[in-house]
């Protein structure tokens, strides 16, 4: 049976910076759901696994780069609930510590250039057209399905924030949660942070998927592009996990965050605001930029 419970606790952290400006800072731990299967990716994938059982289809393929948290994902989820799995991985072949793991939960992995890796569907069909029981996952799990999961977050919410932030990459996970506001008539401002530049193309995707929901689009703190860092933000990221015990990564939450305290110095928030984070997990992002971080 395909289930995984949720342990998703709501936990506030405190800085200087927050009783200065008269604001609380809340974080969704959606990290701690699973080691491996934590976040946005039990939420995208909850439904797509369900799917595919009903189906019979017991081979789950799906798509990433060589750090992909969501490939880790889907072979701990496909070890767990008996599939197998094989993930097409984008560019030259290599190993490292995230596609390590993914062997050790038994996925296997096909890698191919960054040409062909465009097109997935062709891919799927070119590997798997004679494969009755293979199951087409995109990347990253995006997809109707995936948005259905995301938007359940709501409803585990005890209590009503004024501000609620979210990472983008596909916009998968943020459509979900505006498409849970709505459902759930709460009003809570909702925050994106695009993670790539040049992202005026998801905002309208988001929009469109959620049938005009209000939201505000913060696209400057991407730091030069999708899986791009700088300096100023490793630092923050290692003061964060410093005084919150609490992990982040370069890729994601560590965008989000970073513009979290950003916008509080800037005084974006009236006094007296309770602001939510959601923690989508994928810590393993950190180790794609071991290299960079020598303090």
Same mark, same amino acid.
């Given at each position: ?6 342990? $998703? ?15 609380? +800072?809340?974080?969704?731990?959606? &990290? ?28 789950? *393929? ?9 490939? +880790? ?17 984008? /560019? @030259? ?12 939960? /038994?996925?296997?992995?096909? %890698? *191919?250039?960054?040409?062909?890796? !465009? ?5 799927? *069909?070119?590997? %798997? ?12 799990? #995006? ?7 995301? #938007? ?6 005890? @209590?009503?924030?004024?501000?609620? %932030?979210?990472?983008? =990459?596909? =916009? ?5 949660? !505006? !498409?849970?506001?709505?459902?759930? #008539? ?8 695009? *993670? !790539?530049? /040049? ?20 696209? &400057?703190?991407?730091? /030069? ?18 005084? $919150? ?11 989000? %965050? ?14 007296? #605001? ?22």
């Amino acid at each position: 049976m395909i289930n995984l419970p949720i342990y $998703s606790p709501v936990e506030e952290i405190f800085d200087p910076l927050f009783s200065s400006k008269g604001v609380q +800072l809340f974080i969704k731990r959606d &990290d701690m759901i699973h080691p491996y299967i934590s976040g946005n990716k039990w939420r995208k994938l909850k439904y797509i696994l369900l799917e595919a059982e009903k189906l019979s289809k017991n081979h789950l *393929v799906t798509f990433g780069g060589a750090y992909s948290n969501h490939l +880790l994902a889907t072979a701990c989820a496909a070890a767990k609930f008996g599939f197998r799995s094989t993930g097409i991985v984008r /560019g @030259e072949e290599l190993q490292n510590e995230t596609l390590l793991l993914c062997r050790l939960f /038994g996925m296997q992995l096909i %890698f *191919v250039d960054r040409e062909s890796y !465009l097109n997935k569907p062709a891919l799927f *069909v070119k590997h %798997f057209e004679h494969d009755p029981e293979a199951y087409f996952i995109d990347e990253g799990g #995006s997809g109707s399905l995936a948005t259905i999961g995301c #938007s359940e977050l709501i409803d585990e919410l005890n @209590e009503v924030y004024d501000h609620l %932030f979210c990472a983008a =990459g596909t =916009g998968t996970t943020a459509t979900g949660i !505006l !498409l849970g506001l709505k459902k759930n #008539s709460v009003r809570t401002k909702m925050h994106i942070i695009p *993670v !790539l530049k /040049g992202a005026d193309f998801l905002k309208q995707e988001i929009e469109n998927q959620t049938h005009g929901a209000s939201f505000e689009f913060h696209p &400057d703190y991407h730091f /030069g592009g999708y899986a791009k860092t700088s300096n100023e933000l490793l630092y923050f990221i290692k003061d964060f996990a410093a005084s $919150s015990g609490i992990l982040i990564d370069p890729v994601y939450t560590g965008k989000m %965050f970073y513009s979290i305290y950003d916008l509080i110095n800037k005084d974006h928030f009236a006094k007296g #605001s309770k602001i939510l984070a959601v923690h989508t997990g994928g810590i393993t992002g950190i180790l794609g930029m071991a290299e960079r971080f020598k303090f």
